[in-house]
């Protein structure tokens, strides 16, 4: 995936270029109208971020020549809480999404991954949460990009988690889902607990936040 930041703020383009390249994804900036128009002619993005008061020039100007010269491009504006008016205004010029600063980095990136679901079609095959994305039809899990390798009963347990985000799964209700209501119930407990350790582990040295949070005494819960 090829990214383009067009952004002056330094520390902000900084720290989204940091993260992005720090993931695997090749991520260039332009700091101002001019390089950003320069960089839309050479080469082509995946995605662009696109900030709309720019030195030299308005980015809802940048989104107008760029969506006229390749129209299927990717844009999310990135701008402040003030200028409501004009994020509306770009998205009826053709931009996909905007997000208004102060923002999270992993909020940026699942917005990202969003817009590029929706260009690509896939919508239905895919579930994305925060730094995690879930491809149904191949059954893998990936954390920034990088493919977690995870057995068919971890699989099984992440998504059903994750379908139920934010809400507690007693460790009953998750082993019936996993082993069927027949499961025997000590036996299957000590295998979830081993499953979910391993899960966590997993996704956490993979690099994403720790989701699954233990009810004492109760079961998991997806936390958002
Ligand atoms: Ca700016």
């Given at each position: 995936?090829?990214?383009?930041?067009?952004?002056?703020?330094?520390?902000?383009?900084?720290?989204?270029?940091?993260?992005?390249?720090?993931?695997?994804?090749?991520?260039?900036?332009?700091?101002?109208?001019?390089?950003?128009?320069?960089?839309?002619?050479?080469?082509?993005?995946?995605?662009?971020?696109?900030?709309?008061?720019?030195?030299g020039g308005s980015g809802l100007d940048l989104l107008r020549i760029l969506k006229r010269q390749k129209p299927d491009s990717a844009v999310i504006i990135v701008s402040a809480n003030d200028s409501l008016d004009q994020k509306l205004q770009g998205l009826d010029w053709g931009a996909d999404d905007y997000l208004t600063k102060p923002f999270h980095l992993s909020e940026l990136s699942a917005r990202i991954n969003s817009v590029l679901r929706r260009k690509s079609g896939s919508g239905s095959n895919r579930l994305v949460f925060e730094d995690l994305v879930i491809e149904l039809s191949e059954m893998v899990v990936y954390v920034k990009d990088e493919e977690v390798n995870l057995t068919k009963k971890e699989f099984d347990i992440l998504l059903y988690l994750v379908h139920n985000k934010n809400k507690v799964i007693t460790k009953v209700a998750l082993a019936e889902h996993i082993w069927g209501e027949y499961a025997d119930s000590s036996y299957s407990y000590d295998y979830l607990y081993s499953h979910i350790k391993n899960l966590r582990k997993k996704l956490v040295d993979a690099g994403s936040t720790d989701h699954i949070k233990t009810v004492y005494g109760v079961g998991y819960k997806f936390k958002a």
């Amino acid at each position: 995936m090829r990214l383009l930041i067009v952004e002056d703020e330094k520390e902000l383009r900084r720290s989204i270029l940091e993260y992005f390249n720090n993931s695997g994804v090749d991520c260039e900036s332009a700091i101002d109208y001019e390089s950003a128009l320069d960089k839309f002619e050479l080469y082509d993005y995946d995605c662009i971020l696109l900030d709309l008061n720019l030195p030299g020039g308005s980015g809802l100007d940048l989104l107008r020549i760029l969506k006229r010269q390749k129209p299927d491009s990717a844009v999310i504006i990135v701008s402040a809480n003030d200028s409501l008016d004009q994020k509306l205004q770009g998205l009826d010029w053709g931009a996909d999404d905007y997000l208004t600063k102060p923002f999270h980095l992993s909020e940026l990136s699942a917005r990202i991954n969003s817009v590029l679901r929706r260009k690509s079609g896939s919508g239905s095959n895919r579930l994305v949460f925060e730094d995690l994305v879930i491809e149904l039809s191949e059954m893998v899990v990936y954390v920034k990009d990088e493919e977690v390798n995870l057995t068919k009963k971890e699989f099984d347990i992440l998504l059903y988690l994750v379908h139920n985000k934010n809400k507690v799964i007693t460790k009953v209700a998750l082993a019936e889902h996993i082993w069927g209501e027949y499961a025997d119930s000590s036996y299957s407990y000590d295998y979830l607990y081993s499953h979910i350790k391993n899960l966590r582990k997993k996704l956490v040295d993979a690099g994403s936040t720790d989701h699954i949070k233990t009810v004492y005494g109760v079961g998991y819960k997806f936390k958002a």
